[in-house]
């Protein structure tokens, strides 16, 4: 096993595992009773826990969807897979950033076969509304920055 897959497989388990336990700690608390709940755990001023499920993605896009959403997104993660595996060199690259943009995804998706929908808890309201979202979500963005990052720092040392 390389190193690069090593890491990865290290820093994905890592990942799922926090986001996975911080999901289900909200809904420890939080005990809902239904997929459309909408439930304060904390309100505060600019940043509030507020645990609910989406049934789709980004925004609620795609609600409409229904089942059908955890199956799409499980064969884009197998297309994502399957292009890592033949761009060997793509991944020894970016390999971090695609284990946190693979770990959130993934964990999502687990959300939608656990719970009927993504666990969403992290709700801001300052100055506008914000979709609700979670660690899975910021983890992808942190993975999608870092990979934009590091192929902007590869194409200006060429």
């Known amino acids: 096993m ?12 890592i990942l799922l595992i926090v986001d996975q336990s911080i999901k289900y700690a909200m809904i420890a608390i939080a005990q809902p009773t239904s997929l459309s709940d909408f439930i304060i755990i904390a309100d505060m001023p600019i940043i509030s826990i507020a645990l609910v499920f989406n049934t789709g993605v980004a925004f609620s896009f795609f609600t409409e969807l229904g089942e059908w959403l955890k199956y799409i997104q499980l064969i884009l993660i197998a297309i994502i897979i399957g292009i890592l595996y033949t761009q060997k060199q793509l991944f020894k690259n970016h390999y971090i950033a695609f284990a946190f943009m693979l770990a959130g995804g ?7 076969f656990l719970h009927g929908g993504v666990v969403d808890y992290i709700y801001w309201h300052y100055g506008f509304d914000f979709p609700v979202f979670n660690f899975a979500d910021i983890i992808i963005d942190c993975g999608i920055g870092l990979f934009i990052l590091q192929t902007l720092l590869t194409n200006k040392k060429k």
Do not use: H
């Open 2 to 13: 390389t190193k690069e897959i090593r890491y990865f497989a290290i820093l994905f388990t």
């Open 106 to 112: 993934t964990s999502n998706i687990l959300d939608r």
